[in-house]
T-cell receptor, first 109, second 116 residues
Framework: TQLLEQSPQFLSIQEGENLTVYCNSS?????LQWYRQEPGEGPVLLVT?????EVKKLKRLTFQFGDARKDSSLHITAAQPGDTGLYLC?????????FGAGTILRVKS | GAVVSQHPSWVICKSGTSVKIECRSL??????MFWYRQFPKQSLMLMAT?????????EQGVEKDKFLINHASLTLSTLTVTSAHPEDSSFYIC????????????FGPGTRLTVT
């Protein structure tokens, strides 16, 4: 059983559609991160959320941290082909980061 | 922002040979660096935590004698894959921790290793 359950695993949508990616756990975290990774590159940090109930916006991306700090979501509005990539949630676990399984997003034009 | 580099970006080696991958923090000092492995369309799996001046801490299931890690300075950690086999072919990513929290780490661009 993974510490972070990320869903869906794959998502293929048309340009302009909205989507939500979920990251759930039975554990409480002090912070949670979302990364985006393109093929052949390292992951790039999108956001860190630290407060229960926190909502952060990054252009068309909205990140939410659950009130109990056990789950998080990433919502993309009006997806564009440039949003295509692997989205990863991650959380601190001791002195390490643990990652969710990832969501492969493909936005078709 | 903090920059982490990796060298080489890709490498092809023959089975049975060893290959070294370097990870450098370019504009900050990192007492702790991490090495991850990633298979196609999968997430990052932590292999080991590298601490400057001390032995690396390996995750369960990672062979210490096969994946040698040396963190000789505050800006450089190396991963040597010894006696490489085709199943070692993967994308290896390092990160360097810039602050006191585990999430304050910056990732390198990765190294694609192909063992033939």
């Amino acid at each position: 059983t993974q510490l972070l359950e990320q869903s869906p695993q794959f998502l293929s949508i048309q340009e302009g559609e909205n989507l939500t990616v979920y990251c759930n756990s039975s554990s409480v975290f002090s912070s949670l991160q979302w990364y985006r990774q393109e093929p052949g590159e390292g992951p790039v940090l999108l956001v860190t959320v630290v407060t229960g109930g926190e909502v952060k916006k990054l252009k068309r991306l909205t990140f939410q941290f659950g009130d109990a700090r056990k789950d998080s979501s990433l919502h993309i509005t009006a997806a564009q082909p440039g949003d295509t990539g692997l989205y990863l949630c991650a959380a601190e676990y001791g002195n390490k980061l643990v990652f969710g399984a990832g969501t492969i997003l493909r936005v078709k034009s | 922002g903090a920059v982490v580099s990796q060298h080489p970006s890709w490498v092809i080696c023959k089975s049975g040979t060893s290959v070294k991958i370097e990870c450098r923090s370019l504009d900050f000092q990192a007492t702790t660096m991490f090495w991850y492995r990633q298979f196609p369309k999968q997430s990052l799996m932590l292999m080991a935590t590298s601490n400057e001046g001390s032995k690396a801490t390996y995750e369960q299931g990672v062979e210490k004698d096969k994946f040698l890690i040396n963190h000789a300075s505050l800006t450089l950690s190396t991963l040597t894959v010894t006696s490489a086999h085709p199943e070692d072919s993967s994308f290896y990513i390092c990160s360097a921790r810039a602050g006191g929290r585990a999430y304050e780490q910056y990732f390198g661009p990765g190294t694609r290793l192909t063992v033939t």
